[in-house]
């Protein structure tokens, strides 16, 4: 087909603004799903987006359409994923784009993830069509939110399209501003070839699947292609194009969307933000690559039952597969033996890969409380990274730790304003300024520790705001800060996986009410048991979890012995789900204990 | 050697349900009482029938509420029992009563026809408590039982007791104890409150209009007890029961030195010829279950049997340490162990076995291994390894 009738884009939204029933509706219009095999959110692959009404990961699609001047189009949707630590993923399909369209619900107007996704597609220098979605609720302002958008993008409100994605309504007009605004793509068919990977996902017939954009050149099913960066050559398994199953054709030139099935067992050959060329004649300079994401979270992952790392090492590996921002490597604790240091975008990432490895491998995992990465800089002049608490050297030993901070941007209704500054200077943020949307809604800009709002910073600010308010942020810069780490000991054995790093200010307050949850939390043993916190050497607070003192079953009557023994069985189960450390059961959530602290005050 | 079967019988009515009870046991349906005569009496031809001469040397009468059977019916189950088994002459034969159900007239009657143990529901002396399990009886109407059971002849007489109750103090503890002990009884149970699902007790604490019952105080509860039956020379031979010497319940030991017993009636659980089995729980299903029977069962089964197990030797081995473990005084015997398994218990359980030993819950020496003292409150956590 003529490059000229092809259109690359995007749909860009913050969560819930109805981006995924909008790409539904697309692929009904275009009849690329039938409405028999239509199922909600199409795109969501994955049962875990499905559920949570979140996508995850990017997915292309192509759609044909005769648009209302009679000629016929190919159309790629490239959804994306709104979720704020998926930001990177989102980046990266929009490079795959020549425009966007930005969907804002009707009602909410604007929020921190619209606003993040806009700066992205400016960046990348993308056409930007606004849509005002749900415009068939009953609280919807379709016009104060045109305005809104006007204000931001400098584009007039009296043109921006007003739909509902839901019933319908104005659907067919989002095609045609498409085909009208988005321009087609450029790049030149007979240069050699230059496809960038802007996505993958594992096959197990198939291998990895490069989802590419074909920037210059063409790729034929024969060719012998090269990845540029890692420099591995393969023969294509097949390449084809998502309609949106897997099809297979022969050939994807310049300005086309679709897919290369790799053969490769592993992400390691054909990396995400690659460059896909030639064998023989190649292109010389890749394409603009990616940077690699940076993990912002990191925790610990054990199997809870010893025998079953191996099993996690294969589910984390196949993960990854998937999953290329998944980092993780080995990493021993004394008290839960052999398992993984595992970095996340965020703390949303890190709950879906838990999920993930529950549900999709049936392992039961303990993770630690999720920590920072800090910089420490010793009196020997060395600079050290540690991203978990139980490697911090010695206090003696350090000059200085740098923890990071982010910049964040609170999105609310006004009225909530004294709500978020309270809960931001608790948090040790430092405020920054206020923006004005409109008369009613702003935008709080802060800077804070990124270790104070990634354990449960977003629960308490939807919580204090009755759910109005987004956030964004944006990593600042490391900063000294006065950080102790604080030892839990358990029967007078500091125990490393419940080892955290904490404002010294804070110290006291964290260290009394992690030892009041953990003696809530451990059960009852055989002899008193000591739990207490020590900031440096020091102990600063102190509880005991007295001895157990009666253990006994009731009544057995009229000699039902299976009954008692399939008592005991299960109570024996439960407690080979617990951790021994030295002689104590340690139970599961006290590893996570520190999520739970700051629940009551 | 031979050894003699218990025989269970299970009698599944009851007047009220008590507000902790979760046994298999219904109320208002006195007309199934005569046709589950019938049916327990077919079901104990079956048995025996299956089993021709099998010597019997203790049968219970067990609940529900015995005490609503008619002494004739009492009778003819009794009477089935000696013609299809070879029941021996000095067999305990006990039933289990509440206090009010009964009067003297009745308890002659059931120990001329050879009831010769029994077992009064007491569970306190405290008429909150009563009233709480909503029990139909007060404290005189159990020492009136009692002297009536005396009077009618009945040299061995157990009374039960519940501790660890929802509001219950240490006093109130020790008064229901004293009020006990002054009847004299020569067996006593005390069972700590175990909160039964779908119980009313249970949803009551659940839902927070009663307290849980403290573990600490349930515990100085037990020891008091300990204490204060010691001072009245019973002995404690179990961990929930103690007696006058030869007022152990031989029925019960069968259970703890884990050897056979059958279970007749429905909801009845049996051990016998390496298979554990339970009957069916509804008495309609059971009395179905026993109509118009001609084919024989193969022993212990019967055409009552819900589900049944063969018990391997591993759990043969569990079932006997977490039964004979219980019993405080004779724990386990090392020897009869080996004879019993091949086996040395000390060398096949070696690592719990000094763990226990070391905290002080289990003691051992060549020729028992039994809980100890301390142990007896604990003994769960031991069982729990040994399953
Ligand atoms: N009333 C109404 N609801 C809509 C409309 N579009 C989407 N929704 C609803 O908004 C919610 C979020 O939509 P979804 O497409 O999952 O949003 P996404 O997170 O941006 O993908 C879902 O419950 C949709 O049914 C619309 O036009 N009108
Ligand atoms: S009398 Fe016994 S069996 Fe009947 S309800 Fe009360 S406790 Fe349960
Ligand atoms: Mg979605």
Not at chain 2, 27 to 53: C, Q, W
Not at chain 2, 197 to 223: F, I
């Amino acid at each position: 087909m003529n490059r000229d009738n092809i259109r690359n884009f995007s749909i860009i939204a913050h969560v819930d603004h109805g981006k995924s029933t909008l790409a539904d509706r697309l692929l009904q219009v275009t009849g690329t799903v039938s409405a028999r095999d239509m199922q909600e959110q199409f795109l969501d692959g994955m049962d875990l987006e499905r559920e949570r009404g979140v996508t995850i990961k990017a997915s292309a699609v192509r759609m044909n359409y005769r648009a209302k001047n009679g000629e016929d189009y190919i159309i790629n949707l490239i959804d994306t994923p709104g979720h704020v630590d998926f930001t990177y993923e989102v980046s990266r399909a929009l490079q795959a784009c020549e425009g966007a369209v930005l969907v804002v619900d009707a009602s909410q107007g604007i929020e921190a993830q619209t606003l993040s996704n806009v700066y992205l597609a400016l960046e990348q220098d993308l056409e930007i069509i606004p849509v005002i979605n749900k415009i068939d609720l009953p609280a919807a302002r379709p016009d104060d939110i045109a305005k809104e958008v006007e204000d931001l993008l400098g584009i007039s409100s009296g043109e921006m399209l007003r739909i509902s994605a839901k019933s319908g309504i104005g659907v067919q007009d989002v095609l045609e501003a498409v085909i009208e605004r988005v321009p087609p793509p450029k790049g030149d068919l007979d240069a050699p070839l230059r496809a960038l990977v802007f996505d993958s996902h594992y096959d197990s017939y198939k291998g990895v699947v490069a989802y590419i954009r074909v920037i210059d050149g063409k790729l034929n099913k024969n060719d012998v292609l090269k990845l540029m960066a890692t420099n591995a050559r393969f023969e294509p398994v097949e390449i084809g194009i998502f309609s949106p199953g897997m099809k297979v054709i022969d050939s994807l030139g310049a300005g086309e969307v679709g897919y290369v099935a790799t053969g490769f067992k592993t992400v390691r050959e054909c990396r995400v933000g690659d460059t896909l060329t030639l064998d023989v004649n190649g292109a010389q300079t890749p394409l603009p690559g990616y940077t690699q994401v940076k993990p912002m979270v990191y925790a610990g992952i054990y199997p809870t039952e010893n025998d079953d790392y191996s099993d996690l090492r294969d589910a984390l590996e196949k993960l990854q597969l998937n999953d290329a921002s998944l980092v993780y490597e080995p990493e021993t604790s004394q008290a839960l033996n052999f398992g993984f240091r595992v970095g996340f975008l965020g703390l949303f990432h890190m709950e879906i890969v838990q999920e993930r490895l529950e549900r999709e491998y049936d392992l039961d995992i303990l993770a630690t409380a999720p920590s920072v990465e800090y910089q420490v800089l010793t009196r020997t002049n060395e600079m050290l990274t540690v991203d978990s608490p139980a490697h911090l050297p010695d206090e003696g030993t350090i000059q200085e730790i740098r923890e990071p901070w982010m910049k964040i941007q609170i999105y609310t209704p006004q009225e909530y304003i004294g709500a978020i500054m309270d809960l931001v200077i608790k948090k040790h943020g430092e405020y920054v300024t206020t923006e004005y949307l409109d008369k009613s809604r702003v935008v709080l800009h802060y800077r804070i520790p990124l270790a104070e709002i990634i354990i449960d910073f977003y629960d308490r600010l939807k919580s204090v705001t009755r759910g109005y308010a987004s956030l964004d942020y944006q990593f600042d810069e490391y900063r000294p800060g006065d950080l102790v780490k604080l030892d839990i000991l358990v029967n007078e054995e500091p125990v490393d996986a419940l080892a955290l790093i904490v404002h010294r200010d804070d110290a006291y307050h964290k260290g009394q009410k992690l030892v009041s949850k953990l003696k809530e939390l451990i059960p009852r043993q055989m002899f008193v048991v000591p739990i207490q916190a020590a900031a440096g050497k020091r102990i600063i607070s102190r509880a005991n979890v007295s001895a157990m003192r009666k253990d006994v079953l009731a009544k057995c009557y009229g000699g039902d012995i299976s009954r008692k023994k399939k008592l005991l069985e299960k109570q024996k189960k439960g407690k080979k789900r617990m951790k021994m450390i030295g002689s104590v059961e340690l139970p599961q959530e006290a590893f996570m204990a520190l999520l739970s602290l700051d629940d009551d005050d | 050697m031979i050894v003699p079967l218990a025989i269970y019988l299970h009698i599944p009515f009851c007047r009220t349900k008590c507000t902790y009870c979760a046994f298999n046991t219904y109320t208002n349906m006195d007309s199934l009482i005569e046709p589950f005569v019938d049916a327990l009496i077919h079901e104990i031809r079956i048995g025996g029938e299956s089993k021709p001469g099998q010597a019997v040397g203790t049968i219970f009468f067990g609940g529900g509420t015995p005490s609503l059977l008619t002494p004739e019916q009492i009778e003819r189950i009794l009477a089935a029992i000696s013609t299809y088994f070879d029941v021996m002459l000095d067999a305990e034969v006990s039933l289990e009563a509440n206090p009010n159900d009964i009067t003297q007239e009745y308890l002659s009657e059931l120990r001329q026809k050879g009831i010769n143990r029994l077992s009064l529901g007491m569970q306190s002396a405290n008429s909150s408590e009563l009233k709480l399990f909503a029990r139909r009886h007060d404290n005189d109407q159990t020492a009136r039982a009692v002297s009536a059971a005396r009077a009618a002849g009945f040299d061995s007489l157990n009374l039960d007791l519940i501790y660890g109750v929802p509001h219950q103090t240490l006093s109130g503890w020790d008064w229901s104890l004293q009020q006990m002990l002054a009847l004299q009884p020569d067996h006593v149970s005390l069972y700590a409150l175990g909160l039964e699902d779908g119980t009313p007790m249970q949803e009551w604490v659940a839902k927070g209009r009663l307290p849980t019952p403290d573990e600490d105080l349930a515990a100085d509860m037990y020891e008091l007890a300990t204490e204060k039956l010691a001072g009245a020379a019973y002995e404690q031979y179990e961990i929930s029961n103690w007696s006058k010497p030869g007022h152990t319940c031989r029925h019960n030991l069968q259970y703890w030195r884990n050897l056979p017993y059958a279970g007749y009636g429905p909801g009845a659980h049996g051990y016998a010829d390496g298979v554990r089995y339970s009957t069916v729980l509804s008495p309609q299903r059971y009395i179905k279950a026993l109509e118009n029977v001609s084919d024989p069962s193969v022993f212990p089964h019967t055409p009552a049997t819900h589900e049944a197990v063969v018990v391997d030797r591993s759990a043969e081995i569990s079932e006997t340490l977490i039964m004979g473990l219980r019993l405080t005084q004779e724990g386990i015997n090392r020897k009869t162990f080996v004879q019993r398994f091949g086996i040395d218990l000390v060398e096949l359980h070696q690592e719990v076995i000094e763990k226990y030993v070391n905290y002080g819950l289990l003691h051992v020496d060549t020729e028992v291994v039994r809980i100890t003292q301390q142990g007896r409150l604990l003994s769960n956590m031991i069982f729990r390894e040994l399953v």
